[in-house]
């Protein structure tokens, strides 16, 4: 039982290129979260699955798509990186929303020069 | 939309002594608190939480008082260890269809042997 999986763990990227995150959880959850984290800015929410075969936007969804292969997998995906994507991301899930505990990936550490 | 403020940014205690770390929140219509730890490079770990319609809970060494009238909650740590030593996030779940978990910015704590 791996939990939430994410790979890659870093990646440096120039300005304009293009890269998929992906995560994959192995719980049988139904929910699962894109959350990027900056210094001194907390955890904030990109996109959301709440089940298969749906997504939605979160706080700050500008510049990111996302795709809900299954119900194990939840990728996330830059088109056009830019310099303020430089963050951490975690991905997450839930068996049915955020109000219940949030198992989280390892994160992956993304610079965009 | 929910807004969470988190204080202190920083604490730093001795090895024995208590801590505090205060939240408050904006949306009286929210419902679930929860507590997340994260220790240097690692991710984030559910440690405690509360739901509106309980005014504390308690877990060994951790405990977490709801003010709901205030709109403020807190996480107290008692007989610190230096394995205590991470930064603390509050987030707070209104519920009503959405999927946010709005966090606070974090508290580091620092444990000092």
């Known amino acids: 039982n791996a939990g939430v999986t994410q790979t890659p763990k870093f990646q440096v990227l120039k300005t304009g ?39 939605d936007k979160g706080e700050v969804p500008n510049g990111y798509n996302v795709s809900r292969l299954n119900k194990r997998e939840f990728s996330l995906r830059l088109e056009s990186a830019a310099p303020s994507q430089t963050s951490v991301y975690f991905c997450a899930s839930s068996w049915t929303g955020p109000n219940e505990k949030l198992f989280f990936g390892s994160g992956t550490q993304l610079s965009v020069l | 939309g929910e807004n969470v403020e988190q204080h202190p940014s920083t604490l730093s205690v001795q090895e024995g002594d208590s801590a ?57 740590i008692t007989e610190t260890q230096p394995e205590d030593s991470a930064v603390y996030f509050c987030a707070a ?21």
């Open chain 1, 17 to 55: 290129q293009s890269m998929t995150l992906q995560c994959a959880q192995d719980m049988n959850h139904n929910s699962m979260y894109w959350y990027r984290q900056d210094p001194g800015m907390g955890l904030r929410l990109i996109y959301y699955s709440a089940s298969e075969g749906t997504t």
């Open chain 2, 20 to 76: 505090v770390i205060k939240c408050t929140y904006s949306d009286s219509a929210s419902n679930y608190f929860p507590w997340y730890k994260q220790e240097l490079g690692k991710r984030p770990q559910l440690i405690i939480d509360i739901r509106s319609n309980v005014g504390e809970k308690k877990d060994q060494r951790i405990a977490v008082t709801l003010n709901k009238t205030a709109k403020h909650f807190s996480l107290h």
């Open chain 2, 93 to 113: 779940y209104s519920g009503a269809g959405s999927y946010q978990l709005t966090f606070g910015k974090g508290t580091k704590l620092s444990v000092i042997p």
